[in-house]
């Protein structure tokens, strides 16, 4: 597993079984570890260089939920961006595992060649 891109996944805390982006991110080649929203600077510091960071906001999170993440998605993109890694948030499930996707591809793309 240590070969294999890791994706931090950080969401509220609060997991349903068909909320899980694991399996999706295994099926893309991802191993990816989710952490609750307070542990994720801790977190995101023992994964050396993430693939990329998903932040899984709540699909009924209100403006409070929502503003964390929000400023934690702005804070990683200012800290993270040099890097190349990307940031993205997701309001849910769906489309989660696409726009990653889609996000690492283009970053595959833009990638210099050694």
Do not use: C
């Not at 993205?88 to 769906?94: F, R, S």
């Not at 989660?96 to 889609?102: V, Y």
């Amino acid at each position: 597993m240590n070969a294999m891109p890791k994706v931090l996944v950080v969401d509220s805390g609060e997991r349903a079984p068909d909320g899980a982006l694991s399996v999706e991110l295994a099926g893309m080649g991802y191993a990816s570890v989710t952490t609750p929203f307070e542990a994720a600077d801790d977190v995101l510091a023992l994964i050396p260089s993430p693939a990329a960071v998903l932040l899984q906001m709540p699909r009924h999170a209100d403006w409070a939920e929502r503003k964390r993440f929000l400023d934690l998605a702005r804070r990683l993109r200012k800290n993270l961006g040099e890097s190349g890694i990307p940031v993205i948030i997701t309001g849910g499930l769906n489309g989660a595992a696409t726009m990653l996707q889609n996000q690492l591809s283009v970053h595959a793309v833009a990638a210099p060649e050694l």
